[in-house]
């Protein structure tokens, strides 16, 4: 008799419990697994890896996640933003080594000079390109004004991690207080979806108090939510961080390594034409991480582009790749490594979500958004 995870992919259909078994599978399991997300990847979205210039341009935040290195109350980081010169000569950086779009990401600021201020870096960046840089935006919870602001400023995607989509776990990561709502996190999901963005969310995988159940349910929010974009990686603890004390009960760093692989090809088969990148912190744990991702499923890769001396303060986690690793990230570089896993550097072309442009097209004569 055939195993269980060939009986799954064989009738597709993908529910909590079906999604679980899968996500627990390896050994030969899981090596068809990754063979059917690596068929899957390229039948819908091609052999293709695009590029995003990752330009962390500040590490200041107003909120406290327990998990995060930079969280407000971490009084042991230096706290920098680079200038508008800095951030506008990374992005001309990533124009001239054709990787077709960038993703502007600081820690989350609501106030009206930082929104202005990336309104006016917004129409610096497309002009700098003649408007052929794409541009990704990954700055947290706004008001529904700034976002459309944003937008009409020329940001076509954005990024909101819904960090753990079962509203019990998100309230054991995050202060209780109106800062930190699950409620508000999910609205502003859904005003980035109104308003037009190709709108990305992602998970951490491998928390403390995370169940498989509580993944599996992850994905299927990504499915239900319609999302155009997924970035998702393993939690990896930080010493200054409330969550430290709960580093006992993690599963060791090669297991949430092994997880996040089977999450990233679960997402290719529940939702084949997105994009899905290779994120960060699986390069932190394996040298090799982000083409460990991109082989079975992931086609987004987000190269660091934030000049050196800034970047070491932006420490989420332990180990995230440093200033000194920077080559691995060099065009040159990027493109051998890609040559291992079989895949094509799609430089110069931004990539974008095949996914999004399906649920933008008229069906019948109403268009598909999330709460139509
Ligand atoms: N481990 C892994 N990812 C983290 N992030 C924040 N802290 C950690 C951590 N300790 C992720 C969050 C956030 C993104 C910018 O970084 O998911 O959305
Ligand atoms: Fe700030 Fe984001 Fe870190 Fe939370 S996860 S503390 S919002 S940078």
């Given at each position: 008799m055939k195993n269980k995870v060939s009986n799954i992919l064989k009738h597709g259909k993908l529910g909590l419990e079906e999604i679980v078994t899968l996500l627990r599978s390896d050994g030969a399991e899981r090596t068809e697994l990754f063979s059917e997300s690596a068929r899957i990847r390229r039948k819908y979205v091609g052999n293709r890896v695009y590029f995003r210039g990752l330009i962390?341009?500040?590490?200041?935040?107003d909120k406290n996640c327990?998990?995060?290195?930079?969280?407000?109350?971490?009084?042991e980081v230096e706290r920098y933003s680079l200038s508008d010169k800095e951030i506008l000569d990374a992005a001309l950086y990533a124009f001239e080594n054709k990787y077709g779009s960038v993703v502007l990401q600081s820690g989350e600021l609501s106030n009206s000079r930082f929104a202005s201020r990336i309104t006016r870096l917004l129409k610096e960046i497309k002009k700098l390109s003649g408007g052929k840089l794409g541009i990704t935006l990954s700055v947290g919870e706004q008001t529904e004004e700034v976002y459309r602001e944003w937008f009409e400023a020329g940001a076509h995607r954005y990024l909101l991690r819904i960090e753990a989509s079962n509203p019990g776990l998100y309230a054991k990561l995050h202060p209780d207080d109106n800062l930190h709502s699950y409620q508000r996190r999910l609205e502003c999901l859904y005003l980035l979806q109104k308003i037009g963005y190709q709108t990305g969310t992602g998970v951490m995988i491998?928390?403390?108090?995370?169940?498989y159940e509580d993944l599996a349910g992850d994905l299927l929010f990504m499915k239900n939510l319609d999302i155009d974009m997924v970035g998702m990686g393993p939690y990896i603890e930080h010493a200054n961080t409330p969550m430290i004390d709960y580093k006992s009960e993690l599963l060791p760093i090669k297991a949430r390594f092994e997880l996040s692989l089977n999450m990233i090809a679960v997402l290719r088969i529940l939702m084949k034409d997105i994009n899905i990148a290779a994120s960060t912190a699986l390069q932190a744990i394996d040298p090799i991480g982000r083409e460990k991702a991109v082989k079975i499923g992931a086609n987004v890769i987000m190269p660091n582009i934030t000049p050196g001396i800034y970047r070491d303060n932006y420490n989420l986690y332990e180990n995230k790749p440093l200033s000194t690793d920077e080559d691995d990230d060099s065009k040159e570089c990027l493109e051998a490594r890609l040559k291992m896993v079989d895949v094509e550097p799609g430089f110069g072309?931004?990539?974008?979500?095949?996914h999004y442009f399906e649920r933008r097209k008229p069906r019948g004569s109403v268009r598909k958004t999330l709460r139509s």
């Open positions: 962390e341009f500040s590490n200041i935040c327990y998990y995060c290195g930079i969280r407000r109350d971490n009084k491998g928390l403390p108090f995370q169940t072309e931004w990539g974008d979500s095949k």
